[in-house]
């Protein structure tokens, strides 16, 4: 039960982090000129219980395969920094999005063309 109160406060936390706060104007300002007062509440509930329930499954991974929870933040840190980096220099993150493009799309990575812009 306090695994439950601990997600839910720290999904309540996650509204006020820097990653989230650029989107929330955004978000509730899609609300102006809405009939419904309740928008901007379920936009914030939405939030908070979204990172809760992923708080919890995470919990719950760690708990259930005997996980480091260390590990999991390490790949996370890798795969966040990797991904950084193909977003700074486009020609390895375009040429990483063709191939999996094509694994998704059912053929062979090579088989996918870029778009055109």
Do not use: Y
């Amino acid at each position: 039960m306090l695994n439950l109160v601990l997600a839910l406060l720290a999904g309540v936390v996650t509204v006020a982090a820097p990653c989230t706060l650029p989107m929330l104007p955004i978000l509730l300002g899609a609300s102006v000129g809405q009939t419904s007062k309740a928008r901007p509440a379920m936009i914030a509930l939405g939030f908070v219980m979204s990172f809760s329930m992923v708080a919890l499954l995470l919990g719950a991974i760690t708990r259930a395969f005997d996980f480091d929870p260390n590990v999991l933040r390490t790949g996370a840190a890798i795969l966040l920094l990797g991904f950084g980096l193909l977003m700074i220099w486009p020609a390895p993150f375009e040429w990483l999005t063709v191939r999996i493009a094509g694994l998704a799309a059912g053929g062979s990575p090579g088989n996918a063309t870029p778009s055109q812009s």
